[in-house]
Protein backbone atom coordinates (compact mmCIF):
# COMPACT_ATOMS: atom_id res chain seq x y z
CA UNK A 1 0.00 0.00 0.00
CA UNK A 2 1.16 3.48 -0.73
CA UNK A 3 -0.20 6.84 0.35
CA UNK A 4 0.31 9.87 -2.29
CA UNK A 5 0.61 13.58 -1.05
CA UNK A 6 0.73 16.28 -3.97
CA UNK A 7 1.21 19.85 -3.58
CA UNK A 8 2.26 22.71 -5.15
CA UNK A 9 -0.60 23.96 -7.17
CA UNK A 10 -1.99 27.69 -7.06
CA UNK A 11 -3.43 30.52 -9.10
CA UNK A 12 -0.84 31.35 -12.26
CA UNK A 13 -1.46 33.76 -14.99
CA UNK A 14 -1.02 31.98 -18.41
CA UNK A 15 1.80 31.80 -19.93
CA UNK A 16 3.77 30.89 -16.26
CA UNK A 17 4.91 28.05 -14.65
CA UNK A 18 4.29 25.62 -11.54
CA UNK A 19 5.61 22.83 -10.20
CA UNK A 20 3.89 19.67 -8.55
CA UNK A 21 5.08 17.45 -5.87
CA UNK A 22 3.89 13.70 -5.66
CA UNK A 23 5.63 12.51 -2.10
CA UNK A 24 4.69 9.14 -1.33
CA UNK A 25 4.56 7.07 1.61
CA UNK A 26 6.93 4.41 0.97
CA UNK A 27 10.09 4.05 -1.40
CA UNK A 28 8.86 4.33 -5.07
CA UNK A 29 11.96 2.51 -6.28
CA UNK A 30 9.72 -0.53 -6.87
CA UNK A 31 6.22 1.34 -7.73
CA UNK A 32 6.55 0.36 -11.93
CA UNK A 33 4.04 3.40 -12.85
CA UNK A 34 3.46 6.99 -11.58
CA UNK A 35 1.67 9.58 -12.88
CA UNK A 36 -0.25 12.64 -13.03
CA UNK A 37 -3.77 13.24 -14.51
CA UNK A 38 -6.22 16.21 -14.17
CA UNK A 39 -9.67 16.99 -14.00
CA UNK A 40 -11.07 19.88 -15.19
CA UNK A 41 -14.71 20.92 -14.22
CA UNK A 42 -17.65 19.03 -15.75
CA UNK A 43 -15.27 17.05 -17.49
CA UNK A 44 -13.30 13.25 -16.73
CA UNK A 45 -9.73 12.44 -15.52
CA UNK A 46 -7.32 12.97 -18.12
CA UNK A 47 -3.71 11.33 -17.98
CA UNK A 48 -1.10 13.94 -18.10
CA UNK A 49 2.10 12.47 -18.22
CA UNK A 50 3.57 8.79 -16.62
CA UNK A 51 6.46 7.67 -15.76
CA UNK A 52 7.72 3.94 -15.95
CA UNK A 53 10.39 2.37 -13.73
CA UNK A 54 13.56 1.33 -16.56
CA UNK A 55 13.03 5.57 -17.44
CA UNK A 56 10.08 5.68 -20.32
CA UNK A 57 8.30 8.64 -20.23
CA UNK A 58 4.94 9.09 -21.41
CA UNK A 59 3.28 12.68 -22.26
CA UNK A 60 -0.90 13.76 -23.47
CA UNK A 61 -0.44 15.43 -26.71
CA UNK A 62 -1.44 18.45 -24.67
CA UNK A 63 1.29 18.20 -22.42
CA UNK A 64 4.24 17.44 -24.88
CA UNK A 65 6.60 20.53 -25.09
CA UNK A 66 5.70 22.11 -22.20
CA UNK A 67 5.30 19.38 -19.25
CA UNK A 68 8.18 17.08 -17.50
CA UNK A 69 7.65 14.43 -15.36
CA UNK A 70 10.53 13.59 -13.24
CA UNK A 71 10.84 10.91 -10.22
CA UNK A 72 13.24 11.05 -7.67
CA UNK A 73 13.40 7.63 -5.96
CA UNK A 74 15.51 8.82 -2.96
CA UNK A 75 12.88 11.47 -1.79
CA UNK A 76 10.05 8.88 -2.81
CA UNK A 77 8.65 11.85 -4.87
CA UNK A 78 7.61 12.35 -8.34
CA UNK A 79 8.06 16.34 -9.62
CA UNK A 80 5.39 17.71 -12.64
CA UNK A 81 6.77 20.76 -14.07
CA UNK A 82 4.57 22.87 -15.80
CA UNK A 83 6.01 25.26 -18.07
CA UNK A 84 3.88 27.75 -20.96
CA UNK A 85 0.81 26.95 -18.84
CA UNK A 86 -2.57 28.05 -20.57
CA UNK A 87 -6.20 28.82 -18.87
CA UNK A 88 -7.09 25.07 -20.29
CA UNK A 89 -4.53 23.88 -17.70
CA UNK A 90 -7.11 24.70 -15.20
CA UNK A 91 -8.24 21.81 -13.17
CA UNK A 92 -7.75 19.27 -10.32
CA UNK A 93 -4.29 17.46 -10.66
CA UNK A 94 -4.18 13.85 -9.04
CA UNK A 95 -1.17 11.47 -8.44
CA UNK A 96 -1.45 8.41 -9.37
CA UNK A 97 0.91 4.82 -8.76
CA UNK A 98 -0.05 1.76 -10.16
CA UNK A 99 2.11 -1.26 -8.07
CA UNK A 100 1.57 -4.82 -6.86
CA UNK A 101 -2.03 -4.84 -9.02
CA UNK A 102 -3.41 -1.83 -7.83
CA UNK A 103 -4.04 1.20 -8.19
CA UNK A 104 -3.86 4.25 -5.96
CA UNK A 105 -4.66 8.34 -5.81
CA UNK A 106 -3.22 11.41 -4.18
CA UNK A 107 -5.91 13.63 -2.81
CA UNK A 108 -5.06 16.05 -5.39
CA UNK A 109 -4.30 19.87 -5.55
CA UNK A 110 -5.85 22.54 -7.58
CA UNK A 111 -4.17 24.34 -10.62
CA UNK A 112 -5.80 27.84 -11.59
CA UNK A 113 -4.51 29.31 -14.54
CA UNK A 114 -5.81 33.03 -15.28
CA UNK A 115 -5.52 34.65 -18.77
Known amino acids: QVQLGESGGGLVQAGGSLRLSCAAS????????MGWHRQAPGKQRELVAT???????NYADSAKGRFTISRDNAKNTVYLQMNSLKPEDTGVYYC?????????WGQGTQVTVSS
Open 51 to 57: TVSGGRL
Open 26 to 33: RSIASINV
Open 96 to 104: RAITGGYVY
